[in-house]
């Protein structure tokens, strides 16, 4: 969880840059991106950002992990935001 004041503004910008090469898929935990190493989920809540990162295994989910990372602290330079990831077991 990303503690940001907004993070609909975030989530959207993301989403929307990501998904010109991923499918994106609404799915219960959030918004899904079919990335090449694995997918990425991105929701919201109030004043959070959540992004969970999977892989089929830790390689894969670190991959997914950078991309998201990457992409959003870019966006949101001004912001500094803090992300810190827990750990989630890979899919099958």
């Known amino acids: 969880m990303i503690a940001t004041e907004r993070p609909e503004r975030w989530s959207k910008q993301l989403v929307s840059h990501l998904g010109r090469r991923a499918a994106i898929e609404e799915t219960s935990e959030g918004r899904a991106l ?3 190493k694995g997918t990425g989920i991105v929701s ?3 004043g959070a950002l959540t ?3 999977r892989g ?3 390689e894969h989910t670190a991959a997914v992990q950078d991309i998201l990372q990457r992409h959003l ?3 949101a330079t001004r912001e500094q935001l ?4 827990e750990p989630i077991a890979p899919i099958d």
């Open 82 to 85: 803090t992300i810190e990831w």
């Open 51 to 53: 992004l969970i990162a």
């Open 34 to 36: 079919a990335l090449s």
């Open 44 to 46: 919201t809540g109030d």
């Open 56 to 58: 089929s295994d830790e």
């Open 73 to 75: 602290l870019r966006f």
